[in-house]
Nanobody, 123 residues
Framework: QVQLVESGGGSVQAGESLRLSCAAS????????MGWFRQAPGKEREGVAS???????AYADSVKGRFTISRDNAKNTVYLQMNSLKPDDTAAYSC?????????????????WGQGTQVTVSS
């Protein structure tokens, strides 16, 4: 059974940093892509960042220069370093894994999802 477990969410002040982690278990192979998505109340889920098994990355325009995605293929773990956080970054953040080579920033491209971790940024 494939399971993705996120950790590292919390409540911070604007300008502070958080690091999210997501460990995938039950996979017999390293997923082609791993990604981070977020959903704020009343809004659709949106892609935040994605990373391929070879390390190619993509970011939403709203987080470029502030967030960094990385992964450890040996551990099937993906990280999201979030710096200079803003109140607009407040959302439930979920990680995903799958063969998402066609559209790595699109939720429907992923097969496996974590339960999510809340990030709250206050001004």
């Amino acid at each position: 059974q494939v399971q993705l477990v996120e950790s590292g969410g919390g409540s911070v002040q604007a300008g502070e940093s958080l690091r999210l982690s997501c460990a995938a278990s039950g996979l017999t192979f390293s997923p082609g892509y791993m990604g981070w998505f977020r959903q704020a109340p009343g809004k659709e889920r949106e892609g935040v960042a994605s990373i391929s098994i070879l390390g190619a990355t993509a970011y939403a325009d709203s987080v470029k220069g502030r967030f960094t995605i990385s992964r450890d293929n040996a551990k099937n773990t993906v990280y999201l370093q979030m710096n200079s956080l803003k109140p607009d970054d407040t959302a439930a953040y979920s990680c995903a894994a799958g063969q998402a080579w066609r559209a790595p920033m699109t939720p429907s491209s992923y097969n496996y999802w974590g339960q999510g971790t809340q990030v709250t940024v206050s001004s």
